[in-house]
C-alpha cells in the first residue's frame, strides 16, 4: 500500500513539474526560412519577439502565478524560471537567423531589426552574453562587423 502511494505521490509531482507554466520555445531554424519573403521573413522576427516578451513575463516575481509556485511547490517556479531563460535565448538565436536571412535576400529592414534586436537583448552576464554572441558569429549568423558591434553595445551597458 505505501510502495503504490509514493508511486503515485511521484508521478503527481512529476507532472505539476511538467504542467507548470512553460513560455513557448521557438525553433531557430525551420525549413520553410529560406523560402520566405522579405516581409514574410519580417513577421517571423516580430513573432519571435512576442515570443520573447511572453517568456520574460513569466520571470517576473510579481506575478500570482509564480508566488503561487514558491509557496505551495519552489520546484516548479525553479523549473519555469530555466524554462523562460531557455525561450528567451531561442528567440533571440531565431531572430539572429532570420536577420541572417534578411540580409542575405537584401531586406530593407534587415539591419533596422538588427538595431532593435541588440537593444532589446538585455545581457544577465556580460561575459555570457559575448560568448552567446560569437557563437552566432562562428556559426556565420553575424557578420564580424556586426559581432563588434553587438560586442560594443553589450560592453556599453
Known amino acids: 500500500m505505501k510502495k503504490k502511494f509514493r508511486i503515485s505521490l511521484l508521478i503527481s509531482i512529476l507532472f505539476i513539474l511538467s504542467y507548470c507554466?512553460?513560455?513557448?520555445?521557438?525553433?531557430?531554424?525551420?525549413p520553410k526560412d529560406?523560402?520566405?519573403?522579405?516581409?514574410e521573413l519580417k513577421n517571423e522576427f516580430l513573432e519571435t519577439r512576442r515570443f520573447k516578451k511572453e517568456a520574460e513575463k513569466v520571470k517576473e516575481v510579481n506575478t500570482g502565478g509564480n508566488m503561487t509556485r514558491t509557496i505551495i511547490f519552489w520546484p516548479a517556479l525553479v523549473k519555469t524560471l530555466h524554462n523562460a531563460d531557455v525561450a528567451i535565448k531561442a528567440a533571440d538565436d531565431r531572430g539572429y537567423h532570420i536577420i541572417n536571412i534578411m540580409k542575405n535576400k537584401k531586406c530593407k529592414d534587415a539591419d533596422r531589426l538588427f538595431e532593435k534586436i541588440t537593444k532589446t537583448s538585455i545581457p544577465v552576464n556580460i561575459s555570457?552574453?559575448?560568448?552567446?554572441?560569437?557563437k552566432l558569429y562562428k556559426k556565420g549568423a553575424l557578420t564580424?562587423?556586426?559581432?563588434?558591434?553587438?560586442?560594443?553595445?553589450?560592453?556599453?551597458?
Open 128 to 134: 555570457a552574453e559575448i560568448k552567446r554572441l560569437h
Open 21 to 30: 507554466a512553460k513560455p513557448e520555445v521557438v525553433n531557430i531554424v525551420m
Open 144 to 157: 564580424e562587423e556586426e559581432f563588434e558591434q553587438a560586442k560594443k553595445k553589450v560592453l556599453s551597458q
Open 34 to 39: 529560406e523560402k520566405l519573403n522579405c516581409e
